[in-house]
């Protein structure tokens, strides 16, 4: 009897010399997998925090006192008015105190931007120029996004997008040439860098990248990119994840588990603020039920409040927290966006000596095989 107790004294000795793993718990908003046009669903994005499910239960408890539902959820909370200054103090208590990011990207601007890595770029980089220096193609793609539709015809040019996102999804001969059609009914002439490739010439070599198995429109894979490009960055050592059981969250889980699984010694500077070195320091991924896990239900909270502030700053909706009061209270290196800009002197000093041509290539070769392409592999 007194050899038993000394062996589970032991054990629980051992136990408490062994370090806890940092976890960081993540969730999404906005995912609608290949479909980047989703009227509904303009913004994609998703929030991670290193918080434990025991601060994270009281500070729900401090905040929402009254609570009655089983779990947390943004969008029900925000639907009453009167707990818009609740929300808001409890996301000033995480931002404040808690590792955390937030990540938003503008769908129909990333979807611009794969049209110009898929559709564009193989063309220059078979004539041996680099398609991705100092984040030109950021430049060229927020010129499409906000004067495409003036240059190009706006219902052409919607087209041209609706075009090239089936042309990716379906890898058929006569999507393909769909696609060449719908840029050739567009008036590419004004904008030839950009569309002269399809239009004129057809490309063989974009077709291929277009056609290449694995090859998707998926925006998870950026989104993860960018999480993970600051988790690295926060974390003390090796930490882990934990997200929902979702859907949705499916395709970030097989994600993840790859990047942990590579193992090769590989770094890459992508912008000012970003930069990604394997191996990650990132070590387990694993699923949970948000209704047993507080800490799930607060990244729940930051994504959903983020992805309404860009709704209601772009004017597609109203109601909800103030944006501006909600931006304010992040602090720098905490919020991460992937927004067209017509500051195009800022974009190239931002990303002056990206490696964004290396990471593609990169992920396209050691990490994904196929899966990711010649593009979507880039951190905004």
Avoid at 252 to 268: G, N, P, W
Avoid at 300 to 310: F, K, L, Q, T
């Amino acid at each position: 009897m007194l050899r038993s107790i000394n062996v589970r004294i032991g054990i629980w000795s051992a136990a408490a010399r062994r370090p806890i793993m940092e976890c960081f718990r993540i969730d999404e908003s906005g995912y609608t997998g290949y479909d980047l046009l989703n009227a509904d669903q303009r913004f994609q994005g998703a929030s991670a925090i290193a918080i434990s499910n025991e601060d994270a239960a009281l500070l729900i408890k401090e905040h929402f006192p009254n609570l009655q539902a089983t779990e947390l959820k943004y969008r029900t909370l925000s639907r009453r008015p009167s707990n818009a200054t609740k929300l808001l103090a409890l996301q000033r208590d995480l931002l404040t105190a808690y590792k955390c990011v937030t990540y938003v990207c503008d769908k129909r601007f990333l979807l611009v931007l794969m049209f110009l890595d898929y559709a564009v770029e193989p063309y220059y980089y078979e004539r041996g120029f680099n398609f991705y220096e100092n984040g030109q193609n950021y430049a060229l793609a927020s010129l499409l996004f906000y004067a495409g539709p003036t240059i190009l015809g706006k219902e052409e040019f919607d087209a041209l997008l609706a075009a090239f996102q089936r042309a990716v999804k379906q890898k058929t001969l006569g999507s393909l040439m769909d696609l060449v059609s719908a840029a050739r009914k567009t008036r590419w002439r004004e904008l030839p860098e950009a569309l002269g490739p399809l239009a004129q010439y057809a490309a063989p070599e974009c077709l291929e990248a277009i056609a290449t198995p694995g090859v998707d429109t998926d925006a998870a894979l950026v989104v993860l990119q960018s999480l993970i490009s600051r988790m690295e960055v926060m974390a003390d050592g090796p930490y882990r994840v934990e997200h929902d059981q979702s859907k949705n969250l499916l395709s970030y889980h097989e994600l993840l588990q790859r990047l942990i699984d590579h193992d090769e010694v590989a770094e890459f500077r992508q912008s000012e603020i970003a930069s990604l070195k394997f191996p990650l320091q990132l070590k387990e991924v694993k699923q949970v039920d948000s209704k047993l896990s507080p800490a799930v239900q607060l990244a729940d909270v930051m994504i959903g409040a983020a992805i309404e502030a860009a709704n209601n700053l772009t004017g597609l909706r109203t109601g909800g927290l103030d944006p501006e009061a909600l931006t304010s209270l992040y602090r720098e290196g905490q919020f991460i966006h992937l927004l067209p800009s017509i500051d195009f002197e800022e974009q190239r000093r931002f990303r002056q000596g990206t490696q964004a041509a290396e990471v593609i290539d990169y992920f396209t070769n050691n990490v994904f095989g196929h899966r990711s392409g010649k593009g979507g592999g880039e951190v905004g």
